[in-house]
């Protein structure tokens, strides 16, 4: 190995290299703190000023990273919050860390990996090595990226370097953090590939190669439609269950019992989240452009969809009991967070209850300590209402939709006339167990 790529390894070593992370969100974060504790100066790119000037004054937006960690690289100029790409000019390494949402088309939209890559394109020199981290279809590094870098008439490989390597940030997860999280790593060409393994093992407990960028970019996809399909199956043995009266908490948890060749998923209100429901479209997308369609992605996602559905059905058999109509009915939700414990609603399958009830005439309000206000389709905005006795006493029908670890299901269940629980968050309420109803 010569040349740039030889420079560059050194440059590393020595923490000369200046480093570039763009997008200051709660992947790009994380990993610039990583880089800048390990002793190297990173540009923290962002297009949005507030992001910038707030962690210019030591203020975290992202819930992983405390200002207790960040104000410390802050004043060092270990990490510099920017919004100006030119900083690329004198960056060794830029590393793209930006959102691939899906259209309302649900085909992916990449055009803020574009955007990204157009701006490094402009500031492109001899010796960059650029890294894509935004999970995306098989092909994207190589297909997309590649040719506008190497329009700048620099050679991949030997001028400038150019890897894949997934994240697996998960946000609010107690032990695993960016550092100790195992990281894939594909290059387009081996040089590509051993200095961006160089880099990020500077940083990261283990880092894994494989053999291209395109095994990488499939590795993400794979761990996570290996999700959305399982959650899917889980989905329909819940609705089977039903069928066949039967406890799908309690069959779900004696199959948990065997020790090998089974992991257990459970049952909800449906899909939230901005990767799960989000990133198997990207897999599924690209088959289709090879004339192959991705049956299980499609099926998952189809029955995932169709949870919120199933959650008002067991609304409508509960007020039934109660010989209430929907219509006019008092309903109180518990949690509209998309999962436990965090404040994110996107992709949220409680909006969708929420809408569904509020199209069928119910007078509907929520409780959920991690987000305070929010808005469904159509414009309508809620707040969260403070969890107190009234407030359940005075709801025919209260749901459970996402099972905060904060909450008091004891307290919950014993002054709500009715409990429907799409969690099994109840299950260790002695108490009222007659007034508890189950997905
Ligand atoms: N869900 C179920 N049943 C389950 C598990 C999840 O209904 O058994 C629902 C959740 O309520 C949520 C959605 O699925 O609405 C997604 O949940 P998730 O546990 O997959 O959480 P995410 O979306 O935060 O996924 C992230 C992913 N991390 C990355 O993409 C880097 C995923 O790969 C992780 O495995 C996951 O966190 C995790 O394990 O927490």
Same mark, same amino acid.
């Given at each position: 190995m010569g040349g740039p790529a030889r420079a560059l390894i050194d440059r590393i070593r020595s923490r000369q290299a200046k480093l570039a992370v763009i997008g200051m969100g709660y992947v790009g974060l994380p990993l610039a703190c990583e880089f800048a504790r390990a002793g190297f100066t990173v540009h923290g790119i962002d297009v949005d000023a507030s992001k910038v000037k707030g962690l210019a004054g030591g =203020? %975290?937006? @992202?819930? +992983? #990273?405390?200002e207790e960690q960040l104000r410390p690289l802050i004043q060092k100029e270990l990490l510099r919050p920017t919004a100006d790409f030119s900083v690329l000019g004198g960056c060794d390494a830029a590393i793209i860390c930006v959102p691939t949402p899906l259209r309302k088309t649900r085909d992916p939209d990449i055009s803020y990996i574009v955007a990204a890559v157009e701006a490094i394109a402009r500031f492109l020199h001899p010796g960059l090595l650029v890294v894509l981290e935004s999970t995306t279809y098989p092909g994207t590094t190589e297909e997309v990226i590649l040719p506008k870098l190497g329009a700048t008439g620099l050679k991949v490989g030997l001028d400038f370097f150019l890897a894949f390597s997934p994240e697996r940030v998960d946000p609010g997860n107690p032990r695993f953090h960016t550092r100790n999280t195992p990281k894939i790593l594909g290059g387009v060409t081996e040089n590509c590939g051993r200095v961006a393994l160089e880099l990020y093992g500077q940083s990261i407990d283990r880092v894994i190669p494989v053999s291209s960028t395109r095994a990488a970019e499939m590795v993400k996809l794979l761990e996570n439609t290996f999700r959305s399909v399982n959650i899917g199956l889980v989905n329909e043995v819940a609705l089977m269950c039903d069928r066949l009266g039967l406890n799908v908490w309690e069959v779900i948890d004696a199959a948990a019992t065997k020790p090998f060749g089974f992991m257990p998923f459970y049952p909800g209100p449906g899909l939230g989240g901005h990767c799960i429901p989000i990133d198997p479209h990207y897999l599924s997308w690209k088959l289709k452009t090879l004339n192959y369609t991705a049956r299980f992605i499609e099926l998952a996602s189809e029955i995932n969809g169709q949870m919120p559905h199933y959650v008002v059905d067991k609304v409508v058999d509960a007020l039934n009991d109660m =010989?209430? %109509? #929907? =219509?006019g009915a008092r309903i109180l939700i518990l949690g509209v967070a998309y !999962? !436990? +414990? @965090?404040?994110d609603v996107r992709e949220s399958p409680a909006l969708d209850v929420l809408k569904l009830l509020a199209d069928r005439g119910a007078e509907t309000r929520y409780n959920d300590p991690h987000a305070p206000e929010i808005a469904i389709d159509g414009g309508e905005t809620y707040h969260s209402v403070p969890l107190v006795q009234e407030e359940l006493q005075s709801a025919d029908l209260v749901i459970i939709v996402t099972n905060h670890s904060t909450y008091d299901y004891d307290f919950i269940v014993r002054h709500a006339r009715c409990v429907l629980d799409t969690r099994n968050a109840t299950r260790n309420v002695a108490a009222g167990r007659g007034r508890i109803r189950k997905l």
């Open positions: =203020r %975290s937006h @992202v819930q +992983d #990273v405390s =010989r209430k %109509s #929907v =219509r !999962k !436990k +414990d @965090v404040g």
